[in-house]
Nanobody
Framework: QVQLVESGGGLVQPGGSLRLSCVASGFTFNQYDMMWYRQSPGKERELIAVIRSDNSGGVAKYAGSVQGRFEISRDNGKNTMFLQMNDLKPEDTAVYYC?????????????????WGQGILVNVSS
């Protein structure tokens, strides 16, 4: 059973902070690239942060919209990924999704090794 479960969302005022968690099970967590996406009504799903697998050094990368405000991290011993969100803005309001993908460019079809959480709502409002 493969499962990704997000937690930590909710309502927060502009300028505030939240920390999202994604607990993974059913696959070899440290061999996967982990990602956070978000999606708001009327907008395309947006990749906002990536943290690479152990094989790729665990390097993090961010979309320009969150650069400097959000921090992605992972604890491989706990099979958990985090997203620390600071200085939140109303435009950060979205459903946030945890995503995992195997770190292997030779695999032609990644659908068998790509997993999604069900999403969690972050509502930034005053």
């Amino acid at each position: 059973q493969v499962q990704l479960v997000e937690s930590g969302g909710g309502l927060v005022q502009p300028g505030g902070s939240l920390r999202l968690s994604c607990v993974a099970s059913g696959f070899t967590f440290n061999q996967y690239d982990m990602m956070w996406y978000r999606q708001s009504p009327g907008k395309e799903r947006e990749l906002i942060a990536v943290i690479r697998s152990d094989n790729s050094g665990g390097v993090a990368k961010y979309a320009g919209s969150v650069q400097g405000r959000f921090e992605i991290s992972r604890d491989n011993g706990k099979n958990t990924m985090f997203l620390q969100m600071n200085d939140l803005k109303p435009e950060d309001t979205a459903v946030y999704y945890c995503n995992a993908e195997c770190d292997d460019d030779d695999i032609l079809d990644h659908s068998t090794c790509e997993h999604w959480g069900q999403g969690i709502l972050v509502n930034v409002s005053s």
